[in-house]
């Protein structure tokens, strides 16, 4: 049966299957999926609060709103991002999210067939 405490100089310090240290989730299996989904959550919650600030102000402008999403939410979505081990899933989750995000800054719904390149190519 493993140990379920570590003795650390004096004391015994809980052995955890992950923890969040300095913002980024460290998990035991060294992998970076829970830290991508948590990470694209945060930005998820970020844009509900900018969507209702922006119901309330009604007059921020096309490109305040993009800017705002790249200097905001981008940053909060990658906080971290150089220490994870991203796969091609991963990779593709962390797509969509900024593709879906934009689409709905731009209010591109998804039934009008509008390409990801035109999408970047518009902001």
């Not at 240290?21 to 959550?41: A, H, K, P, Q, W």
């Not at 800017?67 to 905001?72: D, G, V």
């Not at 091609?88 to 509008?114: E, G, N, W």
């Amino acid at each position: 049966m493993p140990c379920s405490t570590v003795q650390v100089a004096d004391g015994h310090v809980e052995m955890v299957d992950a923890f969040v240290y300095l913002g980024s989730t460290i998990d035991s299996s060294g992998g970076s999926r829970g830290e991508v989904l948590r990470r694209i959550g945060i930005a998820r919650s970020c844009m509900n609060l900018l969507e209702k600030k922006n119901l309330e102000v009604k007059s921020i402008r096309l490109d305040t709103k993009i800017r705002l999403y790249q200097t905001y939410i981008v940053l909060v979505l990658l906080y971290g991002c150089e220490t994870w081990s991203t796969i091609k899933l991963q990779c593709s989750r962390i797509d969509a999210f900024d593709m879906r995000a934009l689409r709905k800054i731009l209010r591109i719904p998804y039934t009008r067939h509008v390409t990801n390149v035109e999408v970047r190519a518009t902001t």
